[in-house]
């Protein structure tokens, strides 16, 4: 028996939970996507996140923070605009760029797809005590490298 060995064995149970985690995760995207808007990709419902989360942006680092290609996130927000959900405006810097933001239809929308989504996760931590919910979130905050409070 290797001295490792144990180590080993853990690192492999991290790896399956943290898969199911994803996996999990994933799959209430996909069902929050849907409740945002049936017609659309998920990955439209990725972009309406990501403004939703970061704020306006232009379409390069939107397709750079969400690893899409470009050509993708401009059909992709020209679907969503069409929709009302998203709003193309020059930007305020210097009048040539473009600057992407969610309307207030796509902010609502968003919330409520998102509510659903999160209250799966919240039901499965309704029981935990508040000293384990503390403790599961530094534990992810330092594994996340977010070694802050």
Request: hydrophobic share 40%.
């Amino acid at each position: 028996m290797k001295e490792n060995e144990p180590r080993e064995k853990l690192e492999i149970e991290l790896g399956e939970q943290l898969n199911a985690l994803i996996s999990a995760s994933h799959a209430l995207n996909v069902r929050a996507a849907a409740k945002f808007d049936s017609s659309l990709q998920p990955a439209a419902f990725h972009i309406v996140r990501w403004l939703y989360s970061y704020g306006p942006t232009n379409a390069a680092t939107l397709a750079d923070s969400t690893a899409m290609d470009r050509s993708s996130v401009s059909r992709l927000v020209k679907q969503l605009q069409s929709l009302g959900y998203v709003n193309r405006e020059a930007s305020p810097k210097d009048g040539r760029g473009i600057v992407l933001s969610l309307t207030e239809y796509g902010q609502q929308k968003i919330i409520d797809a998102l509510k659903e989504k999160e209250s799966i996760f919240y039901e499965r931590l309704s029981d935990w005590k508040d000293a384990e919910l503390h403790d599961f979130i530094q534990m992810l905050r330092q594994f996340n490298g977010f070694n802050r409070r």
